[in-house]
């Protein structure tokens, strides 16, 4: 009998005008937690979309699931066979109940007309819960839970379906540090009952703690499988970027100018008080802390997505009135979002139509309508300057890697030449190579004179990027560092426990809401 669950051998795909795959394979262990990593564009999410059934790989393209050759042509083939998909974002309905979200599908094979058996629902429901050991109410709408809780409710669907495997695209990515810890005693519970797991994460040092063997994808091509023993964090960026990649704290002198932008006493009832701070011309400021602290709130309100209770915010000395996000626009300031995919682009339309979506107006030819040149041209300067790849400007958004996706969102708002943009954590999600590529196109920015702030979790990226560091706590400001003087420790203790009376930080261990590593 075989070892493997699963072998995926011989997979290419091929999109109109690039090879997504080339002769791709990957082998799946019963019971094993196996990481599959690459740069973003790398080919991971579509070789999971082959995996369930949502493409067609290329003829000549084989399955082997529990040891028999296997069809998986349509997302009914791969629930059939107990294979589930949790991706980055989350599918669940949120006005449905819990049980009903954990349910839907399963009868997908019966009848319109057959009769719903509610008190099954709800026994199924509840066993899936209680074997994640989740105290969590079926009844009540799924919106009404946290992001972790829906993750879990994601599980409990797939345990319900008796998967025999189960995906996890980016499971951490919206979660707290004792959220994560959970999670993983959840993936060790699954692997002790015999399910394996497909585990993708650009954090390196969560792939380490979870992963019994790594798959590496470069370029659409297969760099080889490895035992996680033998690997090491360098060796295994190596393979991924075909290249050394080093992410250290920003050592550079920065030449700081005049103040380009300030914020004075700024204030919203239950998010932020009394913020105060200035950027300067040439460099790039840092905003971290817990999540929860009132960072995306205070970017929000700058932005005009929110009104601020209280205070100002001045641009070259020039009070700003922004009452919503098109005034922001209108003044010079431009907001990149965390949740790239339902906030910063139309996944449905073109890589074209979302770069020249906010100044689409200024687009226009002698008769008033869309210069249809004009925008092309556009695209495919950013399309050229970014390195978004595929290089297809047609191309739908949504067909494109996370890292290039959010390239189109930085693109999108460089279209509207600001004179300050604020980066949202901007590599939430995104590969070490894209990460580096975007933190140099950040310092590029302030280096031509335009103001950057950068909201970050990730204390590495923190001191990699930023010249000076405001650390959020409790919706305020707790304290204020040149990189020079930041380290992971005293960041942390601002975090957790605000200013410190003069006296210097002293690090106190404790659960939080901040990645320390890559």
Do not use: C
């Amino acid at each position: 009998m075989s070892e493997y669950l699963l072998q995926m051998k011989n997979i290419s795909k091929t999109f109109p005008g690039v090879k997504a795959l080339d002769n791709v394979e990957l082998e799946i262990k019963k019971g094993e937690v196996h990481a599959l990593i690459g740069e973003n564009g790398a080919g991971k999410s579509t070789l999971i979309k082959i995996l369930a059934g949502v493409y067609t790989p290329d003829p000549g393209a084989r399955f082997f699931f529990e040891g028999k050759e296997a069809e998986i042509s349509k997302p009914l083939d791969a629930t059939m066979k107990g294979i589930s998909i949790i991706y980055q974002d989350l599918s669940l309905f949120p006005n449905l109940s819990v049980a009903e979200n954990i349910y839907i599908g399963r009868d997908s094979h019966k009848k319109p007309w057959t009769k719903v058996k509610w008190n099954d629902i709800k026994k199924i429901a509840n066993k899936a819960l209680k074997e994640l050991d989740m105290d969590i109410d079926a009844s009540i709408p799924v919106e009404q839970l946290s992001i972790a809780q829906q993750q879990m409710v994601e599980i409990a669907r797939a345990l319900a379906f008796d998967s025999k495997l189960i995906v996890m695209d980016e499971p951490t990515s919206s979660l707290s540090a004792g959220e994560v810890e959970k999670l993983y005693n959840v993936i060790d519970k699954l692997k002790k009952q015999g399910i394996s797991i497909i585990f993708i994460s650009h954090k390196l040092k969560e792939l380490f703690k979870v992963s019994d063997r790594f798959t590496v994808l470069r370029d659409g091509k297969f760099v080889g499988s490895y035992d996680a023993q033998d690997m090491t964090e360098p060796k295994l960026i190596q393979l991924m970027v075909g290249r050394n990649v080093t992410y250290e704290k920003n050592q550079a002198t920065v030449e700081v100018g005049e103040t380009i932008f300030k914020v004075n006493q700024l204030s919203k009832e239950g998010n932020f008080k009394d913020i105060s701070f200035e950027l300067r011309k040439g460099e790039v400021l840092g905003i971290t802390g817990l999540v929860g602290s009132g960072r995306t709130e205070l970017a929000q309100a700058i932005f005009g997505i929110s009104t601020p209770d209280a205070g100002t915010i001045e641009l070259y000395g020039k009070k700003l009135s922004i009452r919503n996000s098109a005034g922001a626009v209108k003044e010079g300031v431009a907001y990149i979002p965390e949740a790239r995919q339902t906030q910063g682009l139309v996944l449905e339309q073109s890589v074209i139509n979302n770069i020249s979506l906010p100044i689409i107006s200024k687009l226009k030819n002698k008769f008033r309508l869309t210069d249809r040149k004009q925008e092309v041209k556009l695209a495919e300067e950013y399309v050229k300057t970014l390195d978004i790849r595929p290089a297809l400007p047609h191309l739908d958004a949504g067909n494109l890697s996370g890292g290039n996706q959010q390239k189109i969102v930085i693109a999108k708002w460089l279209s509207t030449k600001p004179k300050v943009i604020i980066f949202d954590e901007p590599t939430n999600g995104i590969d070490i190579g894209a990460k580096t590529e975007i933190h140099k196109l950040m310092r590029k920015l302030a280096n031509e004179g335009i103001g950057v702030i950068m909201i970050s979790s990730e204390l590495p990226e923190i001191l990699a990027v930023s010249d000076r560091i405001l650390v959020m706590r409790h919706g305020r400001i707790a304290g204020e560092l040149n990189v020079a003087e930041a380290t992971q420790e005293n960041i942390m203790h601002y975090a957790l426990q605000g200013k410190s009376n003069g006296k210097a930080p002293t690090f106190v261990a404790e659960s939080n809401q901040m990645s320390q590593g890559v």
